[in-house]
């Protein structure tokens, strides 16, 4: 069997979960015997284009950007997001809360009218998505669970239920019990719930799970003391793209 | 079997000695809360711990394990694996210990679970008389396991300056005469002995409003109580509530490969009716999708299933998915509008 060709592209990022995949070749040096890398910016000088897989890292935050999508759509078999920008437009799409024309001021001053910028969106709101490896950055060990799963043609064991189940196997001291904020009851595991394990309230980089109770998760946090604004400031982190509409209605009401 | 006193300055030297030959598991400090943990040092030994974050269920069902090993290909291959090894679950409160006596009827009875049953025959258990309720949560004394006289191989009862060991097993009888340095418990320590317990009752107050066993009774009536509604609304599906849970023995199994797709291993993990995914088929069918639902599936396994599966409650009183719960469902307050509703 011929090793699949494999692309890697970024787009909005910080390219660091293209770094963890870096980091993930080091200690997993049996992917390189699996697949075969044909375009990687961040690790490599040839640029190869007969891929048939890509990871895509970042969001999609201009116009320009959609034409490079539909591209490497119309040539990829599988196409994964690879990473919270990708697959949720994560911190990117802080900036749709705002008036464009206010962040772009903001951003590139009188430069605003050379950039094209609009509101950062997740990739499959551009192109469908086959598959994606959530986090901020992703886990190298997932990253290699689901490149395991796509090579055995299988659904990726990305999980749908929430971080809270990880949290409670590793037996930590609930963060609420210390006095602390956490989304973990509402975010996607996957992480082995490495925030919380080190003392940090979950910022919901994973997204979140299919069917989140988000108003009992507002109750929740606003009974630990959490104001509307900051309960709202917990859930856009990263999922702004999702929540957004949401809240847009709720403060209608 | 029969009734001796160990000093409590002869615990750390007991502890130290079991070391050398077995896994010592027992209540450690965790932050402000405690879990069960290797002991490597008698010094970490908590005998005055309150409640562990995770009953010791998971010392019989870790939350991961590896079930077994498999090659792929022409002619594939499977390979049994148990980790079990000589073990000591030291310092066990009663509601633990029923729960763990639930869990070897669940494990041995229909279908019996090798890898429980492995490990549970290489545990010895030493259990510890609870005196007083670890929090305002503990319901213990409903649900009749405040106390016990079974499911040990050594029971403790802290006397003040020594303790009562209840030795029930031939195990118990070994362990204690090789590694402990005890005496035999005179007229003056059985009647101190039976004052401790005598004492200890009152101390208990929170607790059901009725008799716990009407529960099955109960529930058989409220399968459409609006409760199932609120709870629903309130609950997170976090799976918290089962994952503490000392009776819940709920599990997953799922395979991993290697890279080269040429072998692999089975492993299982907890997982919890709670969650969205657990009664869902392929298909995409899911048997229940609503919370409430799944609230009630919790509370009617709790209060009727398990007790006509098994013959006794599936609730052991401990307290902990109350605690764990951020959403505030509380089991005795449900169990407690049932019963005022009814």
Known sequence: ?253 | MSLWILDKGAIAPFVEGLMAEYRVVGPKAKGPQFAFGDITDPAQLRLDYNITILPPKKVLQPQYERLATFTLGEDPQVEPTIEAGPTVLFGVHTCDLHAIRLLDKAFSEEYPDAHYLKRREQTIIVGLECLEPCDEHSFCKSMGTLTTDEGYDLHLTDLGPAYAVDVATEKGKTLLSQYGTVREATDADIRRLNEVLGAKWPRFTYRLDFDAAELPALLSTAYDHPLWAELGERCLACGSCTNVCPTCYCFNVTDEVNMHLTAGERLRRWDSCQLDEFASVAGGENFREARKARQRHRFFRKGKYIYEKFGELGCVGCGRCIRACVANINIVDGFNAIHGTA
């Open chain 1, 1 to 253: 069997m011929s090793k699949p060709k494999v692309a890697f592209f970024d787009f909005a990022s910080c390219e660091g979960c293209q770094l963890t995949v870096v980091d993930a070749l080091q200690t997993h040096l049996d992917l390189l015997d699996a697949v075969e890398i044909v375009q990687f910016r961040e690790a490599m000088t040839e640029k190869g284009e007969d891929y048939a897989v890509a990871f895509i890292e970042g969001s999609c935050t201009r116009p320009s950007d959609e034409a490079r999508l539909f591209k490497i759509r119309e040539q990829a078999a599988v196409v994964v997001a690879l990473g919270a920008c990708a697959h949720l437009g994560g911190v990117n799409a802080l900036k749709n809360l705002h008036p464009l024309e206010d962040v772009r001021q903001w951003v590139y001053g009188d430069k605003a009218e050379w950039y094209e910028t609009y509101e950062a969106r997740p990739i499959d709101a551009v192109i469908q998505v086959d598959a994606v490896i959530p986090g901020c950055p992703i886990d190298r060990e997932e990253f290699v669970r689901v490149v395991k799963a796509l090579l055995l043609g299988k659904k990726p064991p990305v999980p749908d239920y929430p971080l809270c189940v990880e949290c409670k196997l590793k037996e930590n001291v609930c963060l609420f019990h210390l006095g602390k904020f956490c989304l973990g009851p509402v975010t996607r595991a996957g992480c082995g719930a490495i925030c919380p394990t080190h003392g940090d309230g979950c910022e919901g980089c994973r997204g979140l799970i299919p069917h989140p109770n988000e108003n009992a998760m507002k109750d929740v946090l606003a009974e630990a003391g959490l104001t509307v604004e900051e309960a709202v400031a917990r859930f856009t982190m990263f999922n702004t793209y999702q929540v957004k509409d949401r809240m847009v209605e709720e403060e209608a009401k």
